[in-house]
């Protein structure tokens, strides 16, 4: 089950922010500061799923967007962490450009295109 879904840029600030079980603002604030100084901590050589108190981080970064999704033990990470892609997908096809211009500001084997 997903437990939350953060979109984050490079600087710490949580740009969306999405919980699928009551979480209260206190401990929110909290949660999303540990999670992003997880995510932003790492390199881009390690794996992009984490292990964090009851639950895993599945994350991927889209040029200075880093985009979080917290699932408990049972998800596949692997599923999720295409989703992610699919999400930005689709973001793409509604906005049109988003893909394009997250391509332009990083390397083009950075991102996964079919």
Request: proline residues 2%; contains cysteine.
């Amino acid at each position: 089950m997903i437990n939350f879904f953060l979109m984050v840029n490079k600087q710490g600030q949580t740009r969306l922010s999405r919980y699928y079980e009551h979480v209260e603002i206190l401990k929110r604030t909290t949660l999303e500061a540990e999670v992003i100084k997880n995510c932003l901590s790492r390199s881009k050589e390690q794996c992009s799923f984490i292990e964090y108190k009851d639950f895993k981080l599945v994350y991927r970064q889209y040029a200075a967007l880093f985009i979080v999704v917290g699932i408990d033990e049972t998800e596949n990470e692997m599923a999720v962490y295409e989703l992610i892609h699919n999400f930005v997908e689709v973001l793409d096809k509604y906005f049109s450009r988003v893909v394009s211009d997250l391509e332009s500001m990083q390397p083009a084997s950075s991102l996964e295109k079919p």
